[in-house]
Nanobody, 126 residues
C-alpha cells in the first residue's frame, strides 16, 4: 500500500550536514505519519524524528535541535535535515510510515510502523 525509498546518506566529516530523503508512493501516503529512526551496529532501532499527516513534528530530545523534519506533500517526500553531525550519529537511517488513527506516542515506537524503507547509511568521521 505504501512504499518508501531513502536516499541521501554518505560519508561526512564531524560538524558537517546532510539531508536525507524519504520518497513515498501510494495515494494514501500523505495521510500517514512518517518517522525517521536510526540503528547502529549492536544497538536497538532508535527514534529520531517524525511528522504527522497534519504537520505535527516530534523529535528525540537528545538531538538538541540539530535535526529537523520537513515534509513536501507535492513531492511525496519527507526529509531529515541534519546539522552539526557527530561520530555518534553514525548509523543506518530508516524512514517508516505509520497509518492514520495511531495512538498518542506511537510515532516514537518503531514497532508501531506499518512500512519501512531499505535504509541509508550515514557515516560521520572525526
Amino acid at each position: 500500500q505504501v512504499q518508501l525509498v531513502e536516499s541521501g546518506g554518505g560519508l561526512v566529516q564531524a560538524g558537517g550536514s546532510l539531508r536525507l530523503s524519504c520518497a513515498g508512493s501510494g495515494h494514501t501516503f500523505s495521510n500517514y505519519a512518517v518517522g525517521w529512526f536510526r540503528q547502529a551496529p549492536g544497538k536497538e532501532r532508535e527514534f529520531v524524528a517524525a511528522i504527522s499527516g497534519s504537520g505535527s513534528r516530534y523529535y528525540d530530545d537528545s538531538l538538541k535541535g540539530r535535526f529537523t523534519i520537513p515534509r513536501d506533500n507535492a513531492k511525496n517526500t519527507v526529509y531529515l535535515q541534519m546539522i552539526g553531525l557527530e561520530p555518534e550519529d553514525t548509523a543506518v537511517y530508516y524512514c517508516g510510515a505509520l497509518r492514520p488513527g495511531y495512538g498518542l506516542g506511537s510515532v516514537r515506537r518503531s514497532n508501531e510502523y506499518d512500512y519501512w524503507g531499505q535504509g541509508t547509511q550515514v557515516t560521520v568521521s572525526s
